[in-house]
């Protein structure tokens, strides 16, 4: 089963920040938080990562609270092309096992609106 | 960086065919690769774990005999649907494990349509 907790779809205006939420309040010590995004009939596409501090690359921020129970991911200004299904997943950061393993949840469905 | 390639996009076939899905990390080495099964309006779920030079790893339910996984180099996996169903028909999607640094991670590729008549 999915370790995370994301709300099934969500909105968002084109041009302004997207902001997807996700508990994961079972999440060990040796977890990561890693998110991806699939868009409709694609692979899924790979985002970012963090383990406890807040990360950002050229695509998106990585906000992961102090007590790891939860993270959000932003886009900071959406575009349509960011119409997606976005899977946040916790998972171990290297070697073997179910540990290892990338469980995909249902995800947030999110819809940029022109 | 970080391509994974999947070939073919789609394929139509009749029943009881087989069917070989190849999938190739472009730019780097992947020691591990994984296949994925994705039915229509339903998440990813994992079928197998392959690792370069080894027996593959299947899930609990995935039959091992049917879904051939053969991960002869570093950068080629290959699933094998064999004498394929229509309940086959689904989106295949493999990905390749990226180890870089105190972390690792999949990248997935674009997938591949099977439709069996």
């Known amino acids: 089963d999915a370790k995370t907790t994301q709300p099934p779809s969500m909105d968002c205006a084109e041009g302004r920040a997207a902001n997807l939420p996700c508990n994961h309040s079972?999440?060990?010590?040796?977890?990561?938080v890693y998110w991806y995004r699939q868009i409709h009939s694609q692979g899924p596409q790979y985002i970012i990562h963090?383990?406890?501090n807040n990360e950002t690359n050229e695509m998106a921020s990585l906000i992961i609270t102090e007590d790891r129970k939860s993270s959000t991911l932003i886009l900071p200004h959406a575009t349509l092309r960011d119409t997606a299904v976005y899977y946040c997943?916790?998972?171990?950061?290297?070697?073997?096992?179910?540990?290892?393993?990338?469980?995909f949840g249902k995800g947030t469905l999110l819809t940029v609106n022109p | 960086g970080a391509v994974v390639s999947q070939h073919p996009s789609r394929v139509i076939c009749k029943s009881g065919t087989s069917v070989k899905i190849e999938c190739r990390s472009l730019?780097?080495?992947?020691?591990?690769m994984f296949w994925y099964r994705q039915f229509p309006k339903q998440s990813l779920m994992l079928m197998a774990t392959s690792n370069e030079g080894s027996k593959a790893t299947y899930e609990q339910g995935v039959e091992k005999d049917k879904f051939l996984i053969n991960h002869a180099s570093l950068t080629l996996s290959t699933l094998t649907v064999t004498s394929a169903h229509p309940e086959d028909s689904s989106f295949y999607i493999c990905s390749a494990r990226s180890g870089q640094g105190f972390t690792d991670t999949q990248y997935f590729g674009p997938g591949t349509r099977l439709t069996v008549l």
């Open positions: 997943i916790v998972r171990v950061a290297r070697g073997g096992g179910s540990n290892y393993k990338l469980t």
């Open positions: 730019d780097f080495q992947a020691t591990t």
């Open positions: 963090g383990l406890k």
């Open positions: 079972t999440i060990s010590g040796n977890e990561y």
